[in-house]
């Protein structure tokens, strides 16, 4: 689902469930770039996914809910992977909001994704047994 969104600067997406099935609504503008739509609607099918797998560590604690994805996509690991960015660049909003979470997990996260535990482990367990 996509919404127009008539300012220049930022993009906004949201979630929801309608009665049988998850939505993700992004909305854009004509100036709005494909991967950066794409980075975010990956961004809000994984809230989505959470809910749907009832991952209650991450569902019930907004602050590692969203400094998690906020490292995962929209500008983070898997954005990179995907080919839909270049670089890590977290939300200064959520940072501000939940800097001691960010400060704490970055250097997990990073060794996470650049050391390829996804390979051998899940975030959520590797989370466990680090932080
Ligand atoms: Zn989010």
Redesign the pocket.
Known sequence: MLGFYPWTKGLHGSTGFTKKFPAVAVFVNERTRIEEILDLVY?EAL?MLFRLNNVTEITGNRALE?TL?DFICPNGYISIALGLKRTIKISPKHYQEFKELYDKLKPIIKEYFERRRFERTSILEYLKKTA
């Open positions: 961004h809230h969203e994805l």
